[in-house]
């Protein structure tokens, strides 16, 4: 039923900070982007100016990085946002070293959520954010664990 899932996208503030974070911060390579006149009806935001930049991860994961340039972003603070929003996804990153990317993910602007870490068997796992509060949920597992497909 469904052919592809060629890429997901995540509204951003600022795209250029967002794709510092992606690409300096944690490894992503900047892809193909610009700006586009978005259709009314595609937003729901008549005469929206939006743009685009889509970062790759090297393992072929696609991220559409979008904001509306001239429209002030709705909702509330920037601040990681509770995990419990309806509809609200977060990432989910296999590393080598989780304290490393953490800090990483700190110096590039985004937010370690230091209360989450927990050690679940299989490895341990903490949540952080990007510069708009996006979850991004590290794990470290343990040799042997074959849960997700790559270690």
């Known amino acids: 039923m469904i052919r592809s899932f060629p890429h997901f996208g995540?509204?951003?503030a600022d795209i250029d900070r967002a794709t510092?974070?992606?690409v300096e911060g944690l490894g992503f390579d900047a892809q193909e982007g610009g700006r586009t006149d978005a259709p009314g009806p595609l937003l729901e935001m008549p005469g929206a100016n939006v743009r685009?930049?889509?970062v790759k991860?090297?393992?072929?994961l696609r991220m559409e990085l979008w904001?509306?340039?001239?429209?002030d972003p709705a909702g509330g603070p920037v601040d990681p946002r509770p995990a419990n929003v309806p509809g609200r996804a977060h990432l989910c990153l296999v590393v080598d070293n989780l304290d490393t990317v953490a800090a990483r993910i700190a110096e590039f602007g985004?937010?370690?959520l230091n209360e989450s870490r927990s050690d679940l068997g299989y490895g341990e796992?903490?949540?952080c954010a990007d510069p708009d509060g996006t979850r991004i949920e590290l794990v470290q597992v343990k040799s042997g664990w074959t849960g997700y497909a790559e270690e």
């Open 10 to 12: 995540i509204y951003v």
């Open 20 to 22: 510092r974070f992606y």
């Open 52 to 54: 685009t930049q889509f």
């Open 57 to 60: 991860h090297p393992d072929g």
């Open 67 to 71: 904001t509306v340039e001239n429209r």
């Open 110 to 112: 985004g937010y370690r």
């Open 125 to 127: 796992l903490m949540f």
